[in-house]
């Protein structure tokens, strides 16, 4: 009988009915009857079932207790069961957020370590007390906020789990219960670490460790079990945090079937959080009708529990978001007013989900018509949104939910301010389009303002003291996200089980700890002013723009949404807005029409669509047209696919009447291109402008030029020339998938196999350096010597010109990489032992510069999702802080002979003319390449760099 209670009681736990398991095992605890050889009925291991249901059940105060008790009764007569049962305590303390009763019990259990390595059993299992040990200590740097300690921690545990199995795998059986779980235990460590290295967005290896971690599942418990699926579900949610939505929604998909095929009940919250998730990526794919029925079928199973469903019941944001998108309005408002008023019932509710359900519910309301009511909801909504992104950057609640959210929340925020504007009210306060403005301005940098916080919670900034400073403010950050999921958790147990002293306290804590984070960062905006404008922007008014801009300048942005786009024009006297008729799918379509054109790698150069060139100008440009009619220079800020398109390619309305009849090919150097009107500079963010032009800038003596080109990749590199008329090849090999995966350094330096060569690069490299009067030997660095610590090592502060001749690449491209990066050469084969070879975007915010340009030659910005082009915006960012004004970009694969005449060109121009702007030098070269010859007149040679940054002196 007693064998049956615990083996029922296992299946009860397995199905989430905890209170079934804890009867079912208490009572077989109560027989006290001799343990069976598979260690049923086993006193010990019945007491941890027991610990691993009120864990399940989150009952904390009970486990507490339960700990306590079960650790009186060993304390005395095993030390190895009384470690267990303190840091079980520990577990309950955790959950409870009582720091200081966690920490003395977790250094209780570790002063029984020294006594514990000289009992017998250590020479087995010491491995696994060890990673537990070390397991629990990254929990409690994670709840402090220390992330980097945390990893620390989970890599020691998943070192010592190695370690476990390799032991017992030479002493024990394959079916022993020690082996199944030191392999349980390995997949668990993995598992565990990936959760905190995708935590700081590196996404790389943690996907790595969950590939790793699914695979051994599979092979250890099969394909339709609950930790086949949580496997799936990790790994999907990585993928989401990348962005890859297909590959996300496809393994979510097989976790889902993993539950449907397994004995999980239709009510279960696995296969209802399951759903969801399927539900939220059709929903960002734009298949609002499949995901409608996605929802309903999960409210459905949820309904076949009556109980269960009183207490939870089935709304869900992203399925009121469908049911608007199947113009079911009245129900989506209905169901988010529920949503909300559910929300605030309970003692505390997440801010940041509360500020998305208004924003939702503003959505809707803009669809019914209903605009005074929708403005109120945005201008409660989008504040909340903007200032937790701040408060909390961590990878884990941003990746991309949070950027697709807001951008969602935007548009709708748009679409109503356009409204506004258009009815021209003299009393609207404040003015719709200044608001409109800096809405679209922190939507358009969501995706990239995320990874360059990231990115600088990881960089080694040149700064000790501002590097500190940092620090403890991401630690306060992050302390404050890990207390405040405690309070989530916590205050949505039923009443009767709620702990409210234990929220009011946390909450206490949470309050002390924004104090804390508000005073650090007045002092980081107080001391390092370049620093907090790069990790917290505060989004610009045009009247901000219109402070920095020349006389002689003006300045086009664009936001793009799902129907329209916006345009706002500013010179240094007037600011225009207006909304276009032409949705994100049109302006995709049509960009990767022109680009069709750029491709040089055929025999023929392909023709140029002069209609769509037409078209685009006429509709984004032409309309304001005279604003900026007397303008030197015209500044760009685009958004989405037009940040892939240089706007001098653009064909002016002094085109034929019909573009048709006046084909590219008979003339293209006579063709009224937007080049030949205005030079063109392109910005990143409205802010960056305001930040480049409010910069000092040392007066030092600065030598002309270094360049790092032509990177050895692998041994096929060494001793290639360029060809005449080549083509820059930048197209890195597709990803294969891994069956085995080794570990992430290895797996990252095998991405060098994937890099074509760039062989032209150094004599691009060569001929800027002898335009400029660098010292071949000592500032020009090709091959071998195109390493990253000679990036790092080299004073790049000393130089007006800094040229990286390499592949620009975006995370996820090599498998590992989690970063925008350049690829620099190949460690395994100059040497470069301390780096791996590829100079990410956290590393460069690490470099000290003081550049007029810093020139990224091997760029490509094509990409169907835009990765590409956020990914040199994101680089961009990271450049201008380390202190650069402008860099000088490819948008495409260059033919090698008019790019070199281009650039050289470009700085011999500098040379001779350092008055003159920027942006008005790149245009002349561009111009003179295009006059030279007849095949040069093709914008595919002449138009392939653009300015981005400071377009000014």
Not at 896 to 922: C, G, H, I, N
Request: proline share 4%.
């Amino acid at each position: 009988m007693c064998v049956f209670l615990h083996k029922r009681g296992e299946a009860y736990r397995r199905l989430g009915r905890y209170e079934q398991s804890l009867a079912d095992f208490r009572q077989a605890l109560g027989m006290k009857v001799a343990a069976s050889p598979e260690l049923w009925c086993d006193r010990w291991r019945l007491q941890g079932d027991i610990y691993g249901s009120m864990y399940s059940s989150g009952d904390w105060l009970q486990l507490v207790d339960y700990a306590q008790s079960v650790g009186d009764e060993y304390k005395n007569s095993n030390k190895w069961h009384y470690f267990s049962t303190l840091l079980w305590n520990v577990d309950a303390l955790l959950n409870l957020a009582s720091l200081a009763k966690a920490e003395a019990s977790f250094q209780r259990a570790g002063e029984l370590i020294p006594s514990l390595r000289q009992s017998r059993p250590w020479a087995i299992y010491g491995a696994n007390l060890m990673g537990r040990y070390s397991a629990y200590a990254a929990k409690m740097q994670a709840l402090r906020g220390n992330f980097v300690e945390s990893e620390r921690f989970r890599r020691q545990a998943l070192s010592y789990a190695q370690e476990f199995l390799a032991t017992i795998s030479a002493k024990r059986s394959p079916e022993h219960l020690d082996s199944r779980l030191a392999l349980g235990i390995l997949i668990e460590r993995k598992r565990l670490l990936a959760g905190i290295l995708s935590a700081q967005g590196k996404t790389g290896e943690a996907e790595i460790l969950a590939r790793q971690a699914l695979q051994e599942t599979l092979s250890r418990t099969g394909k339709n079990t609950l930790p086949a699926a949580n496997a799936y579900s990790m790994l999907g949610k990585i993928k989401l945090q990348q962005g890859q939505i297909d590959e996300a929604r496809r393994l979510q998909e097989l976790a889902l079937a993993a539950l449907e095929h397994s004995d999980t009940h239709t009510y279960s919250t696995s296969l209802s959080n399951l759903r969801a998730e399927i539900g939220f990526l059709l929903g960002v794919q734009g298949r609002w009708a499949e995901a409608l029925k996605v929802y309903e079928q999960r409210d459905q199973g949820l309904r076949s529990n009556a109980a269960q469903f009183a207490k939870t019941g089935s709304n869900n944001i992203t399925w009121a978001m469908a049911l608007l998108k199947n113009q079911r309005t009245a129900e989506a408002e209905k169901m988010l007013r529920a949503i909300i008023n559910w929300n605030l019932r309970k003692p505390f509710v997440d801010p940041l989900y509360l500020a998305y359900l208004h924003g939702y519910l503003a959505i809707v309301l803009v669809d019914a018509g209903k605009n005074e009511a929708a403005l109120a909801e945005f201008r409660l909504a989008f504040p909340v949104i903007v200032r937790q992104a701040e408060s909390d950057n961590s990878a884990e609640n941003g990746g991309f939910i949070r950027p697709y959210r807001l951008r969602l929340i935007a548009e709708g925020y748009l679409e109503l301010l356009s409204r506004l504007a258009n009815e021209k009210s003299a009393t609207a306060d404040p003015d719709p389009v200044v608001e409109a403005f800096q809405v679209a301005e922190v939507a358009r940098g969501s995706s990239v303002q995320l990874a360059i916080a990231n990115s600088s919670a990881r960089a080694a900034l040149p700064d000790a003291a501002l590097a500190d400073l940092a620090r403890r403010e991401q630690d306060t950050s992050n302390q404050i996200s890990a207390l405040n999921k405690l309070l989530i958790r916590l205050a949505s147990e039923p009443e009767s089980n709620r702990l409210e002293k234990t929220i009011a306290d946390i909450r206490n804590d949470v309050t002390g700890l924004e104090s804390e984070q508000a005073r650090l960062r007045r002092e980081l905006a107080e001391r390092y002013p370049a620093y907090a404008e790069l990790v917290a922007p505060k989004p610009p008014t045009p009247a901000g723009l219109q402070k920095v801009l020349q006389h002689n300048e003006a300045l086009v942005a664009f936001y793009v949404a799902d129907e329209q786009t916006y345009v706002w024009t500013i010179t240094p006297s007037q600011v225009a807005f207006r909304t276009v008729a032409i949705s994100r799918q049109q302006i995709d379509r049509q960009v990767a029409a022109l680009r069709r054109a750029f491709d040089l790698s055929g025999a023929l150069i392909n023709p140029y669509d002069t209609v769509i060139a037409h078209g685009l100008y006429d509709a984004l440009l032409a309309p304001d047209e005279a604003l900026w009619a007397d303008a030197r220079i015209l500044n760009v800020i685009p958004h989405g696919a037009l940040g892939q398109l240089p706007f001098a390619v653009l064909l002016t309305p002094e085109t034929a009447a019909n573009p048709a009849a006046n084909p590219l090919a008979k003339n293209p150097t006579e063709q009224p291109w937007l080049l030949k009107k205005v030079a063109l500079a392109q910005l990143p963010s409205a802010g960056t402008l305001i930040s480049l032009r409010g910069q000092g800038r040392t007066a030092a003596e600065r030598r002309a030029f270094v360049g790092f080109g032509d990177p050895l990749f692998n041994t096929e590199s060494s001793g290639k020339t360029a060809n005449t008329r080549s083509v820059r090849n930048l197209s890195v090999t597709p990803l294969r998938a891994a069956e085995a995966l080794p570990d992430s350094d290895a797996v990252l330096l095998r991405g060098f196999a994937q890099l074509p060569l760039l062989p032209d690069t150094a004599q691009e490299v060569n001929e800027i350096g002898k335009t400029l009067g660098a010292n071949p030997k000592t500032d020009i660095f090709l091959g071998k010597r195109a390493t990253e610590s000679n990036v790092k090592n080299s004073d790049l502060a000393a130089y007006r010109v800094v040229a990286f001749a390499t592949h620009g690449l975006i995370p996820g491209e090599l498998r590992g990489l989690d970063q925008p990066s350049l690829a620099m050469a190949n460690p395994m084969l100059t040497d470069d032992k301390n780096n791996d070879g590829f100079l990410t975007m956290s590393e460069v915010l690490g470099i000290k510069l003081n550049a007029d340009w810093v020139v990224l030659s091997a760029c490509n910005t094509a990409s169907g999702d835009g990765k590409n082009e956020e990914a040199v915006s994101g680089l961009g960012r990271a450049f201008f802080f380390a202190g650069t004004r402008r860099l000088l970009v490819s948008y495409w694969p260059v033919e090698t002979v008019s790019a070199r005449l281009l650039t050289t060109e470009l700085f011999r121009r500098q040379s001779v003319q350092p008055d003159e702007s920027k942006a008005e030098a790149l245009r002349h070269s561009m111009l003179r390449l295009m006059a030279s010859s007849r095949e040069y007149g093709h914008p595919a040679f002449w138009a392939p760099f653009g300015l981005v940054g400071d377009a000014g002196k």
